[in-house]
């Protein structure tokens, strides 16, 4: 039989915490990088609206990543957006 004290639970409570901590990204991109994001590929000539639709894929430190869809059906394509600083680069 286990006895649950104060400090067991306290000690749990903790582990799970960090556990909690060590999956959340390093750098959360906000929408504003992401919508800044869509239009720096759609300005540039990547992706055309017409054609495709632009969904976020996944982010990292350094990356926003975009999926293009095909409106029409078709395979889709990754696009990228590279961040600085929290900012949207252009070279």
Known sequence: MTVLNFKNLATAGLATALIGL???????????????????VVTSGEVNLATHTLDFKTATNRKIMLEATPVDGGDSFVVTCKLKRGKIVTD
Do not use: G, L, R
């Open 22 to 40: 060590a999956a959340v990204p390093a750098m959360a991109v906000t929408q504003s990088q992401i919508a800044e994001c869509k239009a720096y």
